[in-house]
């Protein structure tokens, strides 16, 4: 099978099996999944979620809540603009439902592929970034593992869906949780200097 990619750090044999697994997973398809998938993908759906992530937020730190918000939006901002800027662009790898190699192969879902390019997962990276970050900032074990396992689902979702290759999911997954970790090491310093740690209830 050819693949079209020629800026990846990964040797062929990876690139090959990615392709392969991308496409098993993207023919595991039935009608009551599709609409599954298709709403897990989505950014509107999510709305609820966000809304008592913020909630949480601001029953924890109250008038600090705005330092918080501020670090979220600065976290969201960095993995969808570092995911394009930094990789899309820069690795310039097809999409599964772009690249001509696998034309008439991959199966999606109303017409929507997206932009050209697909490594790494935008979703990925915002998912696995806000998950991350909210799992350090306030959540128990428990709801970290459940908010990890979203960021992972909404991840599968876009294999299913044929936008991205495993690989794709992977590489915004750990950028995404590498950028949480980051913006919340930023926020504990600046807390400290409020003198509230960020798993200190203010």
Known sequence: MSILTHNLP?????????????LWI???????L??????????????????????????????????????????????DQVSVKAFKEVFQRWRPCHDPALEGM????HGKCGGAWGFVSSHAANT????????WLILTRGQALALL??????????????VHYPLDVVG????????????????????????AHPRISG
């Open 149 to 162: 396992g979203w960021a992972a689902t909404v991840s599968y979702s876009r294999i299913y869906l044929g």
């Open 128 to 135: 696995f970034g806000l998950a991350t970050f909210m799992s």
């Open 26 to 32: 993207n023919q595991q398809h039935h009608p009551w």
């Open 106 to 109: 991959v199966r999606i879902l």
């Open 34 to 79: 599709d609409q599954l998938m298709w709403f897990v993908s989505g950014k509107l759906e999510w709305i609820p979620l966000y809304l008592l992530l913020l909630y949480l937020v601001a029953r924890r730190y109250r008038w600090k809540s705005w330092i918080v918000i501020l670090a979220i939006a600065l976290l969201v901002t960095l993995t």
């Open 172 to 195: 915004g997954a750990v950028l995404g949780a590498g950028l949480g970790s980051g913006v919340y090491l930023l926020l504990s310093w600046i807390m400290l200097r409020f003198d």
């Open 10 to 22: 990964f040797p062929e044999a990876w690139l090959e099996f990615d392709t392969s697994l991308m």
